[in-house]
């Protein structure tokens, strides 16, 4: 238990389907990210919010919309994806977003197929 | 392009000691972090390096060398729960984090 909670943790949905996923921390973290895991590939940092404004969006395809209504709530919309979206999506809060030891604490992430 | 390198897979002996490489081309250095990944669960930290040296946490220990842009983490006393996967990532000028594919270890009786 990392403080860190995703749901779901498994979705299934078709290419024109709309969900959302949910990520809350009960750090009381500043920072919070959404990455994206594929199957021997490195993380990648798909969104990054700073005190609920949104510092980095890394080039993700606007199939993705991240939403933090809050510093313990961040929610990534989902819609009209594609099968190579299928991957593992993974939340993390950091206590600041920047500085020397800032270590992120990861949520245990929601496993998304695509058909 | 900035790069993270680590070997795919390792396999190791229960009780022995196994060390996990990671070098790494980045624009900058502002530390290096290791974390473990269990499948199907949460990176988890592990290490932090920003100076050259040594960094101990019970059976774990991380070493960095800055000119040489390595690090590798060192795991003694094997146990089976060791088995998992073990990501290098790199904060460059940016602090931005730059990972590895990570290495998954696989540990035998």
């Known amino acids: 238990e990392t403080g860190v909670t995703q749901t779901p943790r498994h979705l299934v949905m078709g290419m024109t389907n709309k969900k959302s996923l949910k990520c809350e921390q009960h750090l009381g973290h500043n920072a919070m990210y959404w990455y994206k895991q594929s199957a021997k590939k490195p993380l990648e940092l798909m969104f990054v919010y700073n005190f609920k404004e949104q510092t980095e969006n890394n080039s993700v395809p606007s199939r993705f919309s991240p939403e933090c209504p809050n510093s313990s709530h961040l929610f990534l919309h989902l819609h009209t994806l594609q099968p190579e979206d299928s991957a593992l999506y993974l939340c993390?809060?950091?206590?600041?977003?920047?500085?020397?030891?800032?270590?992120?604490?990861f949520g245990p992430g929601t496993r998304l197929l695509v058909l | 392009g900035q790069n993270i390198d680590q070997p795919t897979e390792m396999t190791a002996t229960e009780g022995a000691i196994v060390q996990i490489n990671c070098t790494y081309q980045t624009s900058g250095f502002n530390g290096l972090f290791w974390y473990q990944q269990h499948a199907g669960e949460a990176p988890t930290f592990l290490s932090y390096?920003?100076l050259d040296g040594l960094e101990e946490k019970g059976r774990f220990s991380s070493v960095l060398s800055r000119s040489k842009g390595y690090s590798y983490l060192l795991l003694k006393e094997l146990q089976m729960k060791d088995s998992a996967s073990y990501l290098c990532a790199v904060r460059d000028s940016n602090y931005q984090l730059i990972w590895g594919a990570g290495t998954k270890l696989i540990i035998k009786p």
């Open positions: 390096n920003v």
């Open positions: 993390a809060s950091s206590p600041r977003l920047a500085g020397d030891q800032e270590t992120q604490y």
